[in-house]
C-alpha cells in the first residue's frame, strides 16, 4: 500500500491557505498540516487599518477562514505553532506548540513556506519601547486597537508614508487623535512619483494630519518604558502611540537557515510554478518573489492579492495540476478618506533606474461627465516608452470612482499596449460613469503626443 | 496661388464636430464649414434622460462647444441647415436654411457624413400623435421635459427596454409618473444575455416600473391629435407620454441617394481611416459601421464614445495625418438608481448567431471586501471559446462601483487574451475597492474551469 504523502504548510495565511486549500481540491488523499505561529488563519492584514479605525466594528470578519472551517475541509490548522527550523535532510519541521512550549517533529513530503513578511523595525534608541507598533498579524492590529480604547492616547506619530502608514493616519483621525506623519522622502507614497505623491499628501493635511517631509527619525524617548517622544531629525514630537510604516522585508530566516536559496530581492527565489531550487520545497507570497513582467525582474512585493494567486498556482502544481503564475505588474491602490490613489507598471524613477527611456502624459478630467452630479477631479500620469510606445505604467489620484480605473492600464501592461492601442480602447460610457472621453484614454493620448 | 481647401461636414454632433476640431489642429489652411439641421452642436445626447429626470437642471451643460465657440477656432457651424442632398459630380451639397427656406449650394474638396443615427418609428396606428417622442436630438429632450412639467401627464409608456428605455424610465419615475415599459423580448436589455436582463427588470420593478415583457406594440389610441392610450397585443395602457426606444437605425438617406456605398449593416461603409469608397468623403459616428474586433464583422453601434473617436480619427487623415481606429467590443454601461449594469464582447446568442461554440462562468460576489462597508452584490458573466479558451465577452450586474470594471474585460478583448490570462491579473486590492480575489478574476477562473 502507498503511503500517504504528507504536505507541511508553515504559515497560515493567505498564501500558506491558498496552497492548502488548492492542493486539497486537486487531490483528496494527501494529509495537509499547516502551522501558524498567530492566533489565526487567512485574515485579511489589509482590513486592520479599517479595524483600527472602526469602519470595521469587529475582527471576526477579516478572518476568512477559521482552523475549524480548514479541518472540515481536511486541513489541519495548528495555530499558536511556531516552526523553529527545516531540516531537508530528514524532511522534517520543529515546530514550538506556544501554548506549553512543547517541541514537534513534524515530517512532510512537500513543503510550502508561507512565512510573509515582517514590518521593518529599525534599530533606533527607544524602538523596544511599549506604545510602539508595527502592523505583521491580526493580533497587532487588535493591540492597536485596544490601546486606542483603552489608553485613549492624544498624540500619534505615523512613521513612513507607506499604504500602512497612510491608512493607519487616517484611521487614528477617525479616532479623534492629533495624527503626525513623518517620512523621509519629499512626498508621501514613495510608490508614485513626487508629483502624483503631493496631491496624496495634501489631501492628508486636508483631514488634519501634520505631516514631516524629508525628515528622519533619531529616536524615541520613553517614559517608564512606555513611548512619550519621538525624536526626529529636526524636531521632537510628543507621542503615546506609534505606528511603524517603513516597509517591510520577507521574512526568510527559516529559508535561509535551511540552505534554501533566496532570489536577488532577498525573498526566496522560486519558479513560475512556486518551486524553491529544492526540490519538494515550494514558497508563496510575501515571503517569495514575483516576476515583474515591465521591468522583467524579480521583484518582492508584499500583497495579499499576490500571495493569494501565488497560493493558488503552488496549491495546483502540488496537487498534481499545472500552473504557472505569469508575474505582476505592480498594481496597487489606497484612499484617504474620500481621495483615492493608485499606480501601476513603473514610475519615473523605477523606469530611469532600469534606464528606460520614456515619455509622460499627465491629465486632469473628471470621474464623470462634467455636468452629471458627483462628477469629481481625477488626475492620470502615464509612462511610455519612448521609441516604442509601449505603456510603463500609470497613476492615477481622484475622487471616489476613480482609482479602480488602473486596473484597465494593469491588463494593458500585462497585454504589452501601447499608449497608441490605450488611446482607442472600447471603454464604458455613460453620463454617471465617465466622459465620453474616459480619463485612462486622455491620459494614455498625451503620452502618444509625446512619442 | 494654391486654392484654399474647403471640408464641409454635415451633422453637428460627436462625429462631425470631432472631425472639423481634428482637422483644424492637423492643418491651419482648411476652410471648414459644418451644417447641422438642429438648433444645437456637439451636445450630450447621451446626457438627455438625465435632463429630463432634473439630475441635470440645465440644457447648457449639455452642449459642449456652440457654433461661436467653433468660430473661434475657425469652424463655421451653421445651425437649423438641412442638408438636402449631396451631388458628388459637382462636388456639390445643396442646403436649406431652415430659418427662411433659402436653397444654398455649397461647395466641397473633403465631404465628412456625420448624419448619425434615427430613432426607429414603428408605422403604426396613431404614431403621430402629440405625446410620442423619440429622443434623437436635444431638442427631443428639451420637448419632454417641457411636456413633463408643462402638461403634467401621470402615465407614461416606454415602448422598448433598452439603454434609452431603461434610463427614460428612472427619469420620469423621478419625475413622479407611473411608468410602464412594454418590451417584446423576455427581459429588458437585449444586449444582455436573459439570466442577466432579469436582474435589470427586477431593479425596474423595484424602483416601480411596471413591466410587460414578452408584448408587442399594435398601436396607439389618440384622443384629439394627442396619445391617450397605448395598445398592445395583451392590454390597453392609458399614457399622456409615449417615449420610444426601440432603437435606432443609422441615417444614411444623403448618402444613398449620393450613390454612397452602404456596407451590410446598412450603415456607410467605411475603412479603418474612415474614408467611404468614394473618393474625398468621408464617414464617422452613428451613421457609420464600425469594425467589431470579436465577431470580426462590421457592425453599427450608435454610441457616443464611438462616435468621437471616429471623428478625431477622419480628422487626423483629413488634416493630412494619418490614423486608423482599431474597432469596437461592444462595451456599453448604464445604471438603473442604484443597479449598474454593463457589457461587452459577444453575448451567448451573439456567440451563437456566429457558430462559436462557447463556455459560461457566472459568479456571485461582492464590490468590495465583504466585511467593509458598502460592499454589495455584483454578479459577473464571462463566456470564453470552448476550444482556445479566447474571452468572448463579458456582462456585470451590481451595486454602485460595479459596472465600470467591465473595462477590464473590454481591454482583454482588444488584447484577445484568454480566460487563462485573466484569471491572474494584476488588478489592483484593497478591502475598500475589491474583495482580494476581484470579481473579475473570479468570473474568468470560474469560465476557465469549464473548458
Known sequence: MQKTERVVVVGGDAAGMSAASQARRMRADLEIV????????????????????????????????????????????????????????????????????????????????????????PALPGIDARGIHALAILEDGMRVRQAVERDRPQNAVIVGGGYIGLEMAEALVMRGLNVSLVERGASVMNTLDTDMGDVVSQALRDIGVTLYLEESIDGFETDGGKVAFVKTDRRT?????????????????????????????GAIKI????????????????????FHLISRRPVHIALGTIANKQGRICGINLGGGYATFPGVVGTAVSKICTVEVARTGLNEKEARALGLEYVVGRIDSTTRAGYFPGAGKI????????????????????????????????????????????????????????PVWDPILIGARKAAEQL
Open 34 to 121: 499547516a502551522f501558524e505561529r498567530g492566533a489565526y488563519t487567512s485574515y485579511s492584514a489589509c482590513g486592520m487599518p479599517y479595524y483600527v479605525g472602526g469602519v470595521v466594528a469587529d475582527v471576526e470578519p477579516l478572518v476568512a477562514r477559521t482552523p475549524q472551517e480548514f479541518l472540515k475541509r481536511g486541513i489541519q490548522a495548528h495555530v499558536r505553532h511556531e516552526v523553529e527550523s527545516i531540516d531537508l535532510n530528514r524532511r522534517m519541521v520543529h515546530v514550538t506548540r506556544l501554548e506549553d512550549g512543547a517541541a514537534l517533529s513534524e515530517p512532510f513530503d512537500h513543503l510550502v513556506i508561507g512565512t510573509g513578511a515582517v514590518p521593518i523595525r
Open 237 to 265: 514630537l510628543p507621542a503615546e502611540l506609534v505606528i511603524l510604516g517603513i516597509g517591510t522585508r520577507p521574512d526568510t530566516v527559516l529559508a535561509r537557515n535551511a540552505g534554501i536559496p533566496l532570489g536577488e530581492t
Open 271 to 290: 519558479n513560475a510554478r512556486m518551486q524553491t531550487d529544492v526540490e519538494g520545497v515550494w514558497a508563496a507570497g510575501d515571503c517569495a518573489e514575483a
Open 379 to 434: 488626475t492620470v500620469k502615464v509612462l511610455a516608452e519612448r521609441a516604442t510606445g509601449r505603456l510603463l505604467g500609470a497613476q492615477l489620484v481622484g475622487i471616489e470612482g476613480a482609482a479602480k480605473r488602473i486596473d484597465v492600464f494593469a491588463t494593458a501592461l500585462h497585454a504589452g499596449m501601447t499608449v497608441e492601442e490605450v488611446q482607442y480602447l472600447d471603454l464604458s460610457y455613460a453620463p454617471p460613469f465617465a
